[in-house]
């Protein structure tokens, strides 16, 4: 979406928009379902559980952490990744509000 267009709607909205847009592709789910079952992971181990190149694991990483959804830490050569809680927060809080929003409506 162009600067103009986005500028048309909350701090909110693109914020959340960016979420799910960095979510929208499948690889990116399952690194965060892997990462979700271990405590942390290098880079490496991505690319063993996932059936992708690792420039390819790498530009997903990218995405998720320009997103906010993951975090690394650098350990030596290697960069540990976790889910950012704070992030996952914010998801679930706005999903939370549709959810209570949702509650009396009918269609």
């Known amino acids: 979406m162009g600067a103009s267009k986005s500028e048309s709607f909350s701090t909110e909205h ?6 799910f847009k960095a979510l929208s592709h499948p690889a990116r789910i399952a ?6 079952k271990v405590d942390t992971c290098i880079c490496g181990d991505i690319v063993n559980e996932l059936p992708l190149a690792q420039p ?16 690394g ?3 030596g050569t290697a960069i540990c990744y ?20 949702l509650k009396n409506k009918c269609c």
Do not use: W
Not at 57 to 67: D, G, M, V
């Open 14 to 19: 693109n914020e959340m928009a960016s979420l």
């Open 31 to 36: 690194i965060v379902d892997y990462l979700l």
């Open 56 to 71: 390819t694991i790498s530009q997903h990483l990218k995405e998720l952490k320009n997103a906010n959804i993951i975090k």
């Open 73 to 75: 830490t650098i350990e």
């Open 82 to 101: 976790c889910i950012n809680p704070d992030t996952i927060d914010k998801i679930e809080n706005h999903f939370g509000v549709i959810r209570h929003k």
